[in-house]
């Protein structure tokens, strides 16, 4: 099945990317206002270099290995005319990034695996650099960029015309969900919601995600359900779990203070530990075996 993969068909692989597919995010953000920059590209990027190099003589695979800690993993398997390599692939559910969970972690399982056919290795190679970074915004002031000479600099980005604030994109945010926000800290908001749907196993379905004031109000209500199945809480449906911990302001009880479906998530993670420990006496013999500590 095609030609064997030769020095000339690695050489296609590893060449670099042009400068508008090399993206940038922030590593570790300072609390002097710096972040440093680290380069990435999409995995659109990826299969196109794929495609390009080596036509259609590819193919990916991938299974899930589930949530360890607070992250979602994956493994890969990239296979390029005949030769296999594996890596794995994850999501940091407390990121601020907003996307479906197990699609970031394959994208990122793919990203891995192409990096052992030399596919945007040199990104790695580059030296850290730190950047001007708006906290409120989540985006760089300062715009990193490589050079000629293939080494990452530092130059001033020009404010965007007409972008909306921090306060405005949230508020567009509310308005495409379609429905005003209750109270930040209205205890029971979140089961309140959950209530208005019908009941299926242990998810509660909502008419629509306007029910809950955002657009991922159903993705995050059955995350937290598989979460607790994964964590073995099994005393109670996920909407009375958010409910508990909202009253005890583990979380926000409206999902719209949440500015992205990830904030909500690691919200649950770090308060679900209260919830297991004052109900470890009230739960049934199988859940205290099956929990954790």
């Known amino acids: 099945m095609g030609d064997i993969l030769d020095r000339d068909t690695l050489a296609r692989l590893a060449e670099p990317f042009r400068s508008d597919q090399v993206r940038w995010k922030p ?106 970074y708006d906290r409120r915004r989540h985006e760089f002031i300062d715009e990193p960029y490589i050079d000629d000479e293939g080494h990452a600099r530092v130059r001033h980005r020009q404010p965007e015309v007409g972008r909306p604030s921090g306060e405005g994109q949230a508020r567009e945010r509310r308005e495409r969900a379609g429905s005003r926000p209750q109270s930040a800290r209205e205890p029971g908001a979140a089961a309140a919601a959950a209530g208005t749907g019908r009941q299926t196993g242990r998810v509660r379905e909502p008419r629509s995600n306007a029910d809950y004031g955002v657009s991922w109000g159903e993705d995050f209500m059955t995350w937290t359900a598989r979460y607790l199945e994964h964590q073995h809480v099994s005393s109670a449906p996920a909407d009375q779990v958010l409910a508990w911990l909202a009253k005890q302001g583990e979380i926000h009880a409206d999902l719209a203070a949440y500015s992205a479906l990830t904030d909500a998530q690691a919200a649950v993670i770090r308060g679900l530990p209260r919830y297991i420990e004052s109900h470890t006496d009230q739960a049934s013999p199988d859940d205290r075996t099956g929990q954790t500590g």
């Open 27 to 132: 590593q570790v953000i300072s609390d002097s206002g710096n972040a440093l920059a680290v380069a990435y590209v999409d995995p659109r990027v990826v299969s196109e270099r794929l495609d390009l190099a080596v036509g259609g003589d590819w193919s990916f695979h991938w299974e899930p290995l589930g949530i360890q800690g607070d992250r979602l993993v994956v493994k890969s398997s990239l296979t390029i005319r005949g030769v296999t390599r594996e890596d794995v692939g994850e999501y940091v559910l407390s990121d601020r990034e907003q996307a479906d969970p197990w699609k970031s972690a394959v994208s990122d399982a793919l990203k891995r695996a192409a990096v052992h056919f030399g596919v945007g290795r040199y990104l790695y190679w580059l030296e850290a650099i730190w950047c001007a």
